[in-house]
């Protein structure tokens, strides 16, 4: 065991070999079930890392890379087994009754980069090798996976308004702003951005208003696509964890809340994009475009998990642990159709294979996708050129319009 706490090479050579077992011949290994086994392999496999990474530092290479993920399974369990297992606490004293020094380990990703940006991207890979990509969750695939208990509760009915807000509040907003905006006086140009002295409708804070409005559309719509890809990258891989998972999970799965989560998550987005655009142009100054753009984003948070409304929180959907479900669910499979097609799959980026895009992705996806990186580019580019766009007057308004009319006809005959 002392010998096993500092790591020689001979520990070393026993982690590597453990490390290339196959997942299922690992399980059922009685050496790796001891807690101070798995400790000891733990750490003499983040020792023969640091110990490869600086080798390959002095070989010329400019940035050590990042560790291998092939490790991930077997660092993990020794990461974790101490605090699955508390017995055997008094054996890791030495024989002067002292705890051994631990092996000292790089306290930050710094020492294997040489600039910021390879200081990030090494620590993200490190953390990915050893810990398992979460899964982030919403209120359908909470429906469809079957983790719910029973519909009669007042979580349950208040997740139903939910769907329920999500599925008529856009409608109506488009529908109210349409009628609401006078589209006769439409034309293309840039009078809107037009600059008059000590003017009340094109003063300086109109043009703040309109440059302000041009950066939040563009932001808006690019955090729509943002979350358009993370949603397709999720589906792919709750489709392919449902089908290679056993199949006593998929007795209370319901297929068609998934479905119709993606359906109306996309649609949300495309709706709540369009909603942002004609309520810039309806906005009489900045403070508005500020206020009316942040109240639509909570529109398509409803359903996230610990998102705008409480229903739903962490002890309700555990993302890490469906992570490392999808993981060891899928990887003995994407090992086999890496060998297969003769390229590595990753399946932490299987939105990075063709094979396994063109295998799991819906299709609601493929159509939502290229629209709203259409709506990027577009609808910031439709704001500056269209021209003309007014609040339609209301009956008050009109009528002292006519009483003006009136008085200015009755003063020219007059004079």
């Not at 140009?189 to 300086?204: A, M, P, Q």
């Not at 804070?205 to 696509?225: E, P, Q, T, Y």
Request: with cysteine; net charge negative.
């Amino acid at each position: 065991l002392f010998v096993c706490l500092f790591a020689t090479p001979g520990v070393q050579r026993s982690a590597a070999a453990v490390s290339a077992m196959p997942l299922g011949l690992r399980k059922q290994g009685a050496g790796l079930n001891s807690v101070w086994t798995r400790l000891a392999l733990g750490r003499a496999l983040r020792q023969r890392r640091s110990q490869a990474d600086v080798e390959s530092c002095q070989d010329g290479a400019d940035v050590c890379a990042p560790p291998s993920r092939a490790l991930k399974q077997l660092r993990t369990e020794a990461r974790h087994g101490a605090a699955e297992d508390g017995e055997g606490e008094e054996q890791l004293l030495g024989e002067d009754g002292e705890e051994p020094e631990e092996p000292e380990e790089p306290a930050t990703a710094a020492e294997y980069a040489t600039n910021f940006r390879d200081m990030m991207q090494w620590a993200a890979e490190d953390k990915k090798s050893g810990d398992y990509v979460p899964i982030n969750g919403n209120l359908y695939q909470y429906w469809g996976l079957g983790i719910h208990e029973s519909w009669m509760s007042i979580r349950e009915l208040g997740l139903v308004s939910v769907v329920i807000v999500q599925c008529f509040a856009p409608p109506a907003c488009i529908i109210y702003f349409y009628y609401q905006i006078d589209w006769t006086g439409i034309e293309f140009g840039l009078s809107d951005w037009e600059y008059k002295y000590h003017s009340r409708h094109h003063g300086v804070s109109n043009i703040l208003k309109h440059f302000v409005a041009v950066m939040f559309l563009f932001m808006f719509a690019a955090n729509g696509a943002m979350v358009v890809h993370q949603q397709k990258v999720i589906a792919m891989k709750v489709n392919a964890m449902l089908e290679h998972c056993d199949k006593c999970f998929l007795d209370t799965v319901n297929i068609m809340w998934l479905h119709l989560g993606r359906l109306l998550n996309c649609v949300i987005i495309l709706e709540c994009i369009v909603i942002v655009y004609m309520a810039f142009v309806l906005s009489p100054g900045p403070v508005d475009v500020v206020f009316n753009a942040l109240a639509v984003t909570f529109l398509y948070n409803l359903d996230d998990i610990e998102g705008e409304m409480a229903f739903l929180g962490s002890d309700d959907w555990d993302g890490e642990e469906l992570g490392k479900f999808y993981y060891t669910t899928v990887a003995d499979a994407f090992a086999a159709e890496s060998e297969a097609c003769g390229v590595e799959i990753d399946p932490d980026d299987i939105e990075k294979s063709s094979v396994m895009v063109a295998k799991y992705i819906p299709w609601v996806f493929k159509v939502t996708e290229p629209l709203v990186y259409l709506m990027v580019v577009g609808l910031p580019f439709a704001y500056i050129f269209i021209s003309g766009l007014q609040d339609k007057d209301s009956p008050e308004e009109r009528d002292i319009s006519a009483l003006q009319e009136q008085v200015a006809k009755l003063m020219a005959a007059a004079q």
